[in-house]
């Protein structure tokens, strides 16, 4: 049976490869499936590879929950990706990434880390040697260059 308003398949109603990378997804630290990896499942193999290598890049690094989510919430603001910006800017939360760092990124003001994450206050102004800017500093302009505020 499929779900409804769905072209995805219920768990049920998946393949015996799909079902066991579908469990591996939904018992592990993402706790569901969602995103590019509901499209991925139609091919069990590659998805089981994807979700393996996204695990280790986002759960399994010294890196700091909050500031792993803080990194793809800028990335996702840079590109727009309105699914990637949804996904995690709960998880964000969940991390417990400051709202007020969340919504500066989302409208493409500069957040205040110094004073909502002491331990990463130099990010503000930590420059990249090629042109001298931070991260933050370069979503800023990109988004003012888009003629967003």
Same mark, same amino acid.
């Given at each position: 049976?499929?779900?409804?308003? $769905?072209?995805?398949?219920?768990?049920?109603? @998946?393949?015996?490869?799909?079902?066991?990378?579908?469990?591996? /997804?939904? $018992?592990? %630290?993402?706790?569901? =499936?969602?995103? %590019?990896?509901?499209?991925?499942?139609?091919?069990?193999?590659?998805?089981?590879?994807?979700?393996?290598?996204?695990?280790? =890049?986002?759960? !399994?690094?010294? /890196? %700091?929950?909050? =500031?792993?989510?803080?990194? /793809?919430?800028?990335?996702? +603001?840079?590109?727009?990706?309105?699914?990637?910006?949804?996904?995690?800017?709960?998880?964000?939360?969940?991390?417990?990434?400051?709202?007020? /760092?969340?919504?500066?990124?989302?409208?493409?003001? =500069? %957040?205040?880390?110094?004073?909502? @994450?002491?331990?990463? +206050?130099?990010?503000?102004?930590?420059?990249?040697?090629?042109?001298?800017?931070?991260?933050?500093?370069?979503?800023? +302009?990109?988004?003012?260059? @888009?003629? !967003?505020?």
């Amino acid at each position: 049976m499929r779900q409804a308003g $769905s072209a995805f398949r219920a768990p049920e109603d @998946m393949t015996p490869a799909q079902r066991n990378v579908y469990d591996a /997804i939904v $018992s592990g %630290p993402r706790g569901t =499936l969602v995103g %590019p990896l509901r499209a991925a499942l139609h091919n069990p193999a590659l998805a089981d590879r994807w979700q393996k290598l996204g695990q280790v =890049l986002r759960f !399994e690094t010294s /890196i %700091p929950t909050a =500031l792993n989510e803080l990194a /793809i919430l800028v990335t996702a +603001r840079r590109w727009n990706s309105e699914l990637e910006w949804a996904i995690h800017a709960r998880d964000a939360a969940r991390a417990g990434l400051d709202s007020r /760092i969340t919504e500066a990124i989302r409208t493409c003001d =500069l %957040p205040d880390l110094a004073r909502t @994450m002491p331990r990463v +206050r130099s990010m503000n102004c930590a420059p990249d040697p090629r042109d001298g800017r931070c991260c933050l500093c370069r979503l800023q +302009r990109h988004c003012h260059q @888009m003629g !967003e505020s």
